[in-house]
């Protein structure tokens, strides 16, 4: 039996349960079979846009049927998916249709300017009608093996230049797979699409859904501000999000006891989850499930989760607060790494198996990211000779492993010395947020003001003097760990994918 690519799962849904409802977005609800059409009508646009079929195709547009069409017509001719968010500039949108070699840019807005002179562009009416007449779908292809690019994502990279992560379909079956069966999904139930498409947890949203006859039902701007109203009107089964939106849920007094009755799942990933706003997000979803779940895009959205107890008194207790990350899934292998390369119980958490992706899009940013290990010793990757599937990847994240699996502590860079002594940033924030006027808090290190380094924190709550928050710390912590400088904040800034933006932060305490 032949690996199944991204589209053969939509395609087996529409052979199945033609009349099952695949899509609601905007004014828009489709059956699979009517999104069938839609895509396979852009599919025929996107071929007729150049002499040859598109090898890449960026997909401009955002929470529209434009978007979802457009990224399956993209799969339905065996072509990559190059998601594009249409907030980014006209400059950033150029530089990575250029890094990606977009042949075709399929948008529902006017076309980007700055675009390589080589890329076509498809603008289409977000209509449903309109696309499904768009064309004869005789000269589509399906993709010729499961071994080719099935999406390629942008991650900030270290220099200032965007590393592309491609993921083939080969990288998806075992997760979406795993996915189908942990969360029990198919006819009936109803997915939430918080993330944008330019952020790899939407896949989970759209195949997993697709890939057992369940609706993807995408919020607008707005509804997502709202969340427990939109889950309760929308019948939402699946919640899937970035903590921000449990934090934020309870700053507004939305989580009160019982308000999300008919919710099945709530899933978290992207960010740290605190154990309060899992709390305050169970005490609102009593008969939901609460998972978090952890993976960089390398690895193909997750590579583990943890599933805390319906029973509150059976919660684990981390030192820094957060939800534990859980274990590997069972078809990958794990090992965490001391600084010295070799097996600790903290350390770098390194990953190998079928969801690891095979290298970035620009072969130089593969030097250092993996790792070759005997059972006893590492040797760094250099860049040089085959990326074969026995090395490992290289996270970059610090965790300790414990009863309830592996707890994330933070990035290795989080990790500093101050006074030739070592603290964890995370331990720190927890005892910041457990202060009674502050509902968050990012500890942050950054170049002091007499050379070194400083422990400084930004704080969001009810404001509160500096000098009772720092005088508790110092009845909890030695005075190299207590921050210097606290600065409240209305809000904390956030990037495109709503995670904190701790980049922004560093540079007002500048």
């Not at 606290?486 to 495109?496: E, F, G, S, T, Y």
């Amino acid at each position: 039996m032949s690996t199944p690519t991204l589209y053969d799962r939509f395609a087996g849904t529409v052979r199945r349960r033609p009349d099952e409802i695949a899509l609601e977005v905007a004014d828009h609800r489709l059956t699979y079979r009517q999104l069938a059409d839609a895509a396979d009508g852009l599919a025929a646009l996107l071929q007729a846009s150049g002499s040859d079929r598109p090898r890449r195709v960026g997909v401009l547009a955002g929470r529209s049927l434009t978007a979802y069409a457009g990224y399956l017509a993209a799969l339905r001719i065996g072509a990559t998916v190059v998601p594009l968010n249409p907030a980014f500039p006209a400059a950033r949108i150029a530089l990575l249709c250029a890094r990606a070699e977009v042949d075709v840019v399929v948008t529902d807005v006017e076309a980007p300017s700055g675009l390589p002179e080589a890329t076509a562009v498809v603008v289409v009416r977000d209509d449903a009608p309109a696309l499904s007449a768009a064309g004869p779908d005789a000269a589509v292809a399906l993709p010729p093996a499961s071994t080719e690019i099935a999406y390629l994502l942008f991650t900030s990279g270290s220099t200032g230049v965007p590393k592309g992560v491609p993921i083939t379909h080969a990288n998806t079956v075992e997760y979406l797979d795993l996915s189908i069966a942990r969360y029990g999904a198919g006819p009936g139930c109803r997915f939430s699409q918080s993330f944008d498409l330019t952020f790899d947890p939407s896949l989970f949203d759209l195949f997993v859904a697709w890939g057992s006859g369940a609706t993807v039902v995408v919020p607008r701007r707005d509804e997502l501000m709202a969340p427990v109203d939109y889950i309760n009107r929308k019948g939402i089964t699946h919640w899937y999000s970035v903590p921000w939106f449990a934090a934020m849920a309870d700053r507004l007094g939305l989580l009160v006891a019982g308000a999300m009755p008919n919710l099945r799942w709530s899933l978290f990933a992207g960010d740290r989850l605190t154990l309060d706003e899992a709390a305050a997000w169970q005490r609102a979803a009593p008969g939901s499930t609460v998972e978090n779940t952890y993976g960089p895009t390398e690895l193909t959205v997750t590579c583990t989760a943890y599933r805390l107890p319906a029973d509150r008194a059976a919660w684990p207790v981390t030192a820094n607060g957060t939800v534990p990350i859980g274990d590997v899934y069972p078809h990958l292998e794990a090992v965490v790494l001391d600084e010295n390369g070799c097996e600790a119980d903290e350390g770098e958490l390194c990953v190998r198996g079928p969801q690891r992706f095979g290298g970035y899009l620009d072969p130089a940013d593969n030097a250092g990211r993996f790792l070759a290990w005997d059972g006893h010793t590492s040797y760094p990757y250099d860049g040089a000779g085959p990326l074969d599937a026995t090395l490992w990847y290289r996270t970059g994240d610090r965790v300790r492993t414990g009863s309830s699996g592996l707890v994330h502590l933070g990035r290795l860079d989080h990790q500093v010395k101050v006074q030739g002594c070592r603290i964890e940033l995370g331990e720190i924030e927890a005892l910041v947020r457990a202060h009674d006027t502050v509902d968050d808090a990012i500890v942050l290190a950054v170049p002091g003001r007499r050379g070194g380094l400083e422990i400084v924190a930004a704080v969001t709550g009810r404001a509160v003097r500096t000098a009772d928050l720092t005088s508790s710390l110092r009845t909890q912590l030695p005075k190299y760990m207590v921050p210097s400088r606290i600065q409240h904040l209305p809000a904390m800034p956030l990037n495109d994918s709503r995670k904190i933006d701790r980049l922004r932060l560093a540079a007002a305490f500048a």
